[in-house]
C-alpha cells in the first residue's frame, strides 16, 4: 500500500495495517496449535489403544512441528 493508502487504513480502523497483520498471523498461530494439540492427543489416543505404532505418534509430531514452524516464518513472529 502507498502512503495514502496506509494513512486512510488508519484513519478508518484506528489501527496500523501492521498491527492488524499481527492480529491475524497470531490468530492463524492460535488455531494451529489447538490443531496440533488435538492431532497429538488423537495420536497418543490411538497408541493407548494399539491401533497405532510409536512411528505414527513420531510422524504426527514431525508433520506438526514442520507446520507450527512455518505458520511462524510466514507469520514473522
Known amino acids: 500500500m502507498n502512503a495514502q493508502q496506509l494513512l486512510s487504513f488508519q484513519a478508518a480502523t484506528g489501527h496500523t495495517a501492521g ?3 499481527l492480529l491475524i498471523a497470531s490468530i492463524l498461530m492460535v488455531l494451529i496449535f489447538i490443531w496440533a ?10 497408541l493407548q ?3 497405532a505404532a510409536m512411528t505414527d505418534l513420531l510422524f504426527a ?3 506438526v512441528a514442520a507446520l507450527i ?7 514473522g513472529l
Not at 37 to 46: D, E, G, T
Not at 69 to 75: N, P, V
Request: net charge positive; proline share 0%.
Open 69 to 75: 514452524w512455518i505458520g511462524m516464518y510466514i507469520a
Open 37 to 46: 494439540a488435538w492431532i497429538v492427543r488423537q495420536s497418543l489416543s490411538s
Open 49 to 51: 489403544r494399539s491401533e
Open 61 to 63: 509430531g514431525l508433520r
Open 19 to 21: 498491527t492488524v497483520s
